[in-house]
């Protein structure tokens, strides 16, 4: 069973970063991109990046281009999502999801970890 | 960008009832490439159907969905006291990949 894992609650400061990582189990292979979604308050997820850990491959939603980062470790099965220059617009719980082996739907989610940008 | 407009924004039904959701895209949405998620509080959004109207594992038959182009459905039948819960579409025909802003289901 997939399982991804995801670290812990952020509080940060207006203008600064953070960074989340998410740690995949149960033989999810590398070759499945993991996309990163965030979800404020109220409303529908929102699609930010994907990485294809094996090949390192990434895709970015246009609205974060040059504000947000993703990467991967191959040897811990572990992906990151940096995101910079932090609003309060920014606060959401973000959430790691796998690929569907058809298309770009999301068939395993992590628990999602809850950033909030307040000074 | 497509944007999903899901309907109606509350659904107040009983237990057994059948409900019936809508998504509309503001573009075709190529090869009807159109996903449905249960999302509960506290919870991650959960698949339950992928290309418009295949079930994702483990979900069942209860959960319908349909539709084509830029118009679809998902019909839940004999609603259970687990089906109340937000819904929302999401299309992966063309990215960025996007979501609708959900359809709560709640108890009449």
């Known amino acids: 069973q997939v399982e991804l894992v995801q670290s812990g609650a952020e509080v940060k400061k207006p203008g600064s970063s953070v960074k989340v990582s998410c740690k995949a189990s149960g033989g999810t292979s590398s070759t499945y991109a993991l996309n990163w979604l965030r979800q404020a308050p109220g409303q529908g997820p929102e699609w930010l990046a994907y990485?294809?850990?094996?090949?390192?491959?990434?895709k970015y939603a246009p609205k974060f281009l040059g504000r947000l980062t993703v990467d991967a470790d191959t040897a811990t099965n572990t992906v990151y999502m940096e995101l910079s220059g932090l609003k309060s617009e920014d606060t959401a719980i973000y959430y790691c999801?796998?690929?569907?082996?058809?298309?770009?739907?999301?068939?395993?989610w992590g628990q999602g970890s809850l950033v909030t940008v307040s000074s | 960008e497509s944007v999903l407009t899901q309907s109606p924004g509350t659904l107040s039904l009983s237990p057994g009832e059948s409900a019936t959701l809508f998504c509309r895209a503001s573009?075709?949405?190529?090869?009807?490439?159109l996903a449905w998620y249960q999302q509960k509080p506290g919870q991650a959004p959960r698949l339950l159907i992928y290309?418009?109207?295949s079930r994702a594992t483990g979900i069942p038959d209860r959960f319908t969905g349909s539709g084509s182009g830029t118009d679809f459905t998902l019909t839940i039948s004999r609603l259970g006291p687990e089906d109340f819960a937000v819904y929302y579409c999401?299309?992966?025909?063309?990215?960025?990949?996007?979501f609708g802003q959900g359809t709560k289901v709640e108890i009449k």
């Open positions: 290309g418009a109207s």
């Open positions: 990485i294809i850990p094996a090949f390192g491959a990434t």
């Open positions: 999801a796998r690929r569907g082996s058809l298309g770009f739907y999301f068939d395993y």
């Open positions: 573009q075709i949405v190529s090869s009807n490439y």
């Open positions: 999401q299309q992966y025909g063309s990215s960025p990949w996007t």
